[in-house]
């Protein structure tokens, strides 16, 4: 049974607005989530983080939110450049030492 | 900079051929992962290890086993390749002291005929 979900297959967005990436998980017990980013025939990197105790972690153009109640968290690129059309995925930790769970991946096209 | 490699990005095999993935990291990382990834499905976790000489199944260990015999490196075995096993693989590794993202390598794009 899948932990962490991305319904979006497939997003699109035009260069210079926002794009928005979703992420729900089941499992309350998860502390720790991450985004990362592939580029294809590459391996995934990482890109930002935010810990259950926070809400928000900033990094630049990326903005994570995590909504603790709603099991969901959301990945916000301000704004969207071409570079940035990749897979993402989001993964969650139940602690250190302990296995991440991955979402299927979305993929965002940012066009000119 | 840091680094994960494996040893080969592309790799054909026949069916029943025993298959060895081998992942090496510069990082001095204690744990250690091995992935596959398949359209629609995501990165799922065939075993991990945190220590050397130590090892736990992830979520689809069938047909696989793992080997890590010094801390640098994480090998993945197939024992006799099934078409099923056509995957590309993805190793990483992380430290539970440094932040917990983790470093995957290149991939390994398997195909098994």
């Known amino acids: 049974d899948q932990q962490v979900k991305q319904n979006s297959p497939s997003l699109s967005v035009q260069e210079g607005r926002i794009s928005i990436l979703n992420c729900d998980y089941t499992?309350?017990?998860?502390?720790?989530f991450l985004w990362y980013k592939k580029y294809p025939a590459e391996g995934p990197t990482f890109l930002i983080s935010i810990s259950s105790i926070k809400d928000k972690n900033e990094d630049g153009r990326f903005t994570v939110f995590l909504n603790k109640s709603a099991k969901h968290l959301s990945l916000h690129i301000v704004p969207s450049q071409p570079g940035d059309s990749a897979v993402y995925f989001c993964a969650a930790n139940l602690g250190t030492g302990n296995q991440f769970y991955f979402g299927t991946g979305t993929s965002l096209t940012v066009i000119p | 900079d840091v680094k994960v490699t494996q040893s080969s990005r592309y790799l054909v095999k026949r069916t029943g051929e025993k298959v060895f993935l081998e992942c090496v990291q510069d990082?001095?990382?204690?744990?250690m992962f091995w992935y596959r990834q398949d359209p629609g499905l995501g990165l799922r976790l065939i075993y991990f290890s945190y220590d050397v000489k130590m090892k736990e199944k992830g979520d689809i260990p069938e047909g696989y086993s793992v080997s890590r015999e010094k801390k640098e490196r994480f090998s993945l075995i197939l024992e006799s390749a099934s078409t099923n096993q056509t995957s590309m693989y993805l190793c990483?590794?992380?430290?539970?002291?440094?932040?917990?993202?983790?470093?995957f390598g290149p991939g390994t794009r398997l195909t098994v005929t």
């Open positions: 990483a590794s992380s430290s539970p002291w440094a932040g917990r993202e983790q470093y």
């Open positions: 499992n309350s017990m998860f502390d720790y």
């Open positions: 990082m001095d990382h204690e744990n």
